[in-house]
């Protein structure tokens, strides 16, 4: 099965192929990984898959249909899936998309893709123990040809910025009233980065992340 059926079979579950590599030794793939693909939401129509499934009245519904999708896609198509959670140990993901060419570093720190924006999220990956004909991939990052850069000063508290991230100080901000857009509409630092805008996530789901983001951080 080439690349184009296999990115077909994840468009259908709900899923994106956001990137893919051959991995070298030292990545931290399987020993056996020819190929590795890396599985994001199928944008748009992702969310209104979750709210219609099984999983959507557990406590984590995201992961939860991620784990059946992406390993029913595994066996389907011969593959081993891997997942960016539920460790430890964890999997390399951001070094693996960093290794992929269509995703980079923004300036903000958060990794930016070439067609999802700072909405990048990974579902889940498929290692295969073959080589796949890989499409092409961009050759710069879409910040190179960002002449305004809005990430860098879209946080109210500047709480995410090129010198980091202060983690405290933005769910201190998500405690007061002001920070209820952020919680009801996603991190504005992601809504404002212009691929993002174009990428088809709704509010509801970037509320979704942020409420139990927030909530991961109670005491």
């Known amino acids: 099965m080439n690349f184009a059926a296999i990115e077909l079979a994840c468009r259908r579950a ?7 590599l051959c991995p070298r030794a030292g990545d931290g ?8 693909l890396l599985l ?3 944008e748009p ?4 898959r979750i709210k219609s499934s099984p999983e959507f009245s ?13 390993s029913a896609l595994a066996d389907e198509l011969g593959a081993r899936a891997l997942f960016p959670f539920g460790g430890p140990p ?24 070439d067609v999802a924006g700072l909405m ?52 201190a901000y998500l405690e007061t009233p002001k920070g209820h857009d952020c919680l009801s509409g996603g991190c504005q630092v992601r809504t404002a980065c212009p691929v993002s805008r174009s990428y088809g996530r709704l509010a509801e789901q970037s509320a979704h992340h942020m409420k139990y983001f927030h909530k991961k951080a109670d005491p």
């Open 14 to 20: 709900g899923l994106s192929v956001v990137g893919g």
């Open 29 to 36: 793939a399987p020993v056996d990984c020819a190929t590795l």
């Open 40 to 42: 994001g939401p199928g």
């Open 45 to 48: 129509g992702f969310w209104a």
């Open 58 to 70: 557990h406590e984590n519904p995201v992961d939860d249909w991620s784990v059946r999708v992406v």
């Open 90 to 113: 964890h999997q390399p993901f951001v070094r693996w998309a960093l290794g992929c060419g269509r995703v980079w570093q923004s300036p903000v720190g958060l990794l930016v893709h």
């Open 120 to 171: 990048l999220s990974f579902r889940g990956a498929l290692a295969f123990s073959h080589k796949l004909a890989l499409p092409e991939h961009p050759a710069n990052p879409p910040c190179a040809t960002c002449a305004e850069r809005p990430c860098l000063s879209a946080c109210p508290v500047a709480a995410l910025t090129p010198d980091g991230y202060a983690v405290a100080k933005c769910h």
